[in-house]
Structures are given as C-alpha cells and as structure tokens.
C-alpha cells in the first residue's frame, strides 16, 4: 500500500509534535511531503499532486489544528486540487482511495468535549474532511488526533510518534463512520 503524507504546517522551524511525527514516519519510508515549503506562495502545482494522489492509495492530511481548523494551505490545496471532473462530479480520480487526518491540536481531550471549554469534539471539528470524503468517494479513516500537542513532554511526544507510525502501518485502518 502507497501511504503519502501531505504535511501542512506553516512554522515547521517552531513545531515540535507535527516534526516528530513527520521525521518518525520518513524513518519508516513513508513519503512525507511539506507542502508549504513546496507551496510557499500558494501557487499549488495542481497537475503534479494530482499524479501524486492517483500513485497513492492511502493519503494523509496531516496538520496542526488552528482556531478549531487547518492552516489555509489545506483549503487552497482542497480548492485547487480537488475540483469537480476529477475528484467528484463525473470526476472519479480519488474513488476508494483512503484518505487519513492526522491533527495535532493544542489542548488536552478533555477540553474538546460537550461538557469541556471548547464545546465541542474534535470528531465533529473534523466534520468537513469527512464530507468531503463523501463528496470525493474516499475511504474516511478514523482520525489520528495528537492531542494536548503545546504541552507534551519529549517522552509524550516520542510514544506518540512511535503510535504514528504503527497506526501508519497497519493494513486497515478504522472507518470513521466508528468514531465520534
């Protein structure tokens, strides 16, 4: 199984979970890709991840979450990418594809619950990916949410990676339709 894994984080010099995370799974041959160091300007050249997501059967979307979202290269990128007469709309490029998040938000699980300060969880956060799986027919995997990602010890961050990775690995990963 082809596993490419988009990384979308606009500070990687400042980032501590999504850096391990990434360098963790290139350690175990998973293609990542940083994408705002290939994308600096936003101008995405659409034909060419167009060639890469067809070569890949499970794709990654991995990010930070900010303001209970993604940072805006993700929307360019589903924007330019993902357009009608190729991914949806009489456009089948992207059917049964699998298609993974990998979030990293900064507060602990328990802030994104009913009950906790956010309100909400992050399964419904990610409400939209899961949507537009529908909309692109890909496989919505259950989410590999890094929570508590601005207070993790090293030792915290090192499991986490190690749990990337075997999650990376495994043959068949969850349906999201499991989770949330």
């Known amino acids: 199984m ?3 894994i988009l990384l979308f984080h606009p500070h990687m010099d400042q980032s ?3 850096k391990a995370l990434a360098v963790a799974a290139e350690k175990a041959g998973f293609e990542v890709r940083d994408m ?3 994308y600096p300007d936003f101008k995405i050249d659409v034909p060419k991840e167009r060639a890469i997501l067809e070569k890949s059967d499970r794709i990654v979307f991995q990010f930070p979450v900010y303001w209970y979202s993604s940072p805006a290269l993700v929307k360019q990128y589903e924007d330019d990418v993902f357009t009608g007469n190729w991914a ?3 456009g ?3 059917l049964d594809h699998e298609w993974l998040l990998a979030v990293s938000p900064g507060a602990d699980q328990d802030a994104y619950q009913k009950d906790g300060r956010v309100h909400y969880t992050m399964p419904e956060l ?8 529908v909309l692109i027919k890909t496989k919505f995997l259950t989410p590999f949410i890094s929570y508590n990602a601005s207070n993790m010890s090293d030792d915290e961050l090192a499991e986490r990676a190690r749990e ?3 999650y990376l690995q495994e043959p068949t990963i969850p349906l999201a ?4």
């Open 126 to 133: 990610l409400r939209p990916y899961q949507a537009t799986s």
């Open 177 to 180: 339709e499991a989770y949330g």
């Open 2 to 4: 082809k596993t490419t």
């Open 164 to 166: 990337y990775v075997k």
């Open 88 to 90: 949806y709309s009489g």
């Open 92 to 94: 089948k490029a992207l």
């Open 16 to 18: 501590r979970v999504n």
């Open 36 to 38: 705002y160091a290939l």
